[in-house]
Every structure is written in C-alpha cells, then in structure tokens.
C-alpha cells in the first residue's frame, strides 16, 4: 500500500478544495490518503509517507502563509531527500512568484518534485478541480 499524504494551508478555502480533489486523485486500491490541515501535521507524517502533496495559498508578498505553513515547511528540510513530492496553491493578483520560489526550494532540500506545481486563480472551477485530481494521480 502506497501512503500518500496531502498537507495545506487555507483561509478562504480555495486551497481547501483543492487539497480535497488533490487527495482524492491520489485514491486508488492500492493508497492509503491522508488530508490534513497543516496545524494538525508534523514533519514525521511527512517521513512516513511514501508520497506528499502540500498546499498554499499565496500570502503576504508571493510568500507562504507565515504563521503555520512557513515554519512547516522549513522543518521538512531534512525529511523530503528523494521524496515525490507535488505543490498546489490558490492566488489572486499574483503571477505564481510564490510557488516558483517554493518550487525551488523543495529541490533544494532534494525532494523529487513529480510535477509542476499547481496554481488556480482564487476558487477552482471544475476544470481546476480535474487537474487537482490529476495531480493526486501522479504521486501513486
Ligand atoms: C494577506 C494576504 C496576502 C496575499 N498575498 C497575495 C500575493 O502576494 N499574491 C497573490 O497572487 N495573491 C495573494 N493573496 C490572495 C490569495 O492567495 C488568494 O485569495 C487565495 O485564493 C487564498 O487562498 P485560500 O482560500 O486557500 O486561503 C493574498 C491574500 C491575503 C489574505
């Protein structure tokens, strides 16, 4: 069994639903998916996963939200080397800054980035939602 693992962070909502079509594209007979909020997540969910889909909104200035997720995601730098690993987020006025950098840096804690990361312009339409699922698909 491949144990997924989708992590976020949301305000509005908007990552919310995508991290919930994200975890169902990572569903199949042979998954384990857990969906969690990041206040309820810690590095070792992330260890013991065979796959991990993390989410974010862009916030405050093409950053991660700064309270919770930021700090998560700092604490994963020695836990992701060779990891699959897939990125989404929500934005607004942006132009996707934010997950470029965030792309990066997970290459540079060595995860195995399994595909581009996903950005959807504020609430996902159904379109958006398909390739949250396809996106869930590619960790399994
Ligand atoms: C404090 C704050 C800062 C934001 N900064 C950015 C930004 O730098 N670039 C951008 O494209 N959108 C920015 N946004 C818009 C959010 O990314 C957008 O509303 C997104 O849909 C929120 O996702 P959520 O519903 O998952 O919280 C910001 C929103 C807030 C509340």
């Given at each position: 069994m491949k144990k997924v693992t989708v992590i976020y962070w949301s305000g509005t909502g908007n990552t919310?639903?995508?991290?919930?079509a994200?975890?169902?594209g990572a569903e199949s007979d042979n998954s384990v998916v857990r969906?969690?909020?990041?206040?309820?997540a810690?590095?070792?969910?992330?260890?013991?996963a065979d796959g991990v889909a993390l989410g974010c909104p862009s916030m405050g200035a093409e950053v991660l939200e700064e309270t919770e997720m930021e700090p998560f995601v700092a604490s994963l730098e020695k836990v992701v080397a060779g990891k699959?690993?897939?990125l989404?987020?929500?934005y607004d006025w942006g132009n996707g800054e934010w997950m470029k950098d965030?792309?990066?840096r997970m290459k540079g804690y060595g995860a195995n980035l399994a595909a581009e990361g996903l950005i959807?312009?504020?609430?996902p339409s159904d379109e958006d939602l398909h390739a949250c699922k396809e996106l869930g698909a590619k960790l399994l």
């Amino acid at each position: 069994m491949k144990k997924v693992t989708v992590i976020y962070w949301s305000g509005t909502g908007n990552t919310e639903m995508m991290a919930k079509a994200v975890a169902e594209g990572a569903e199949s007979d042979n998954s384990v998916v857990r969906l969690l909020s990041v206040d309820k997540a810690s590095a070792e969910d992330v260890a013991n996963a065979d796959g991990v889909a993390l989410g974010c909104p862009s916030m405050g200035a093409e950053v991660l939200e700064e309270t919770e997720m930021e700090p998560f995601v700092a604490s994963l730098e020695k836990v992701v080397a060779g990891k699959p690993l897939v990125l989404f987020g929500a934005y607004d006025w942006g132009n996707g800054e934010w997950m470029k950098d965030w792309e990066e840096r997970m290459k540079g804690y060595g995860a195995n980035l399994a595909a581009e990361g996903l950005i959807v312009n504020l609430t996902p339409s159904d379109e958006d939602l398909h390739a949250c699922k396809e996106l869930g698909a590619k960790l399994l």
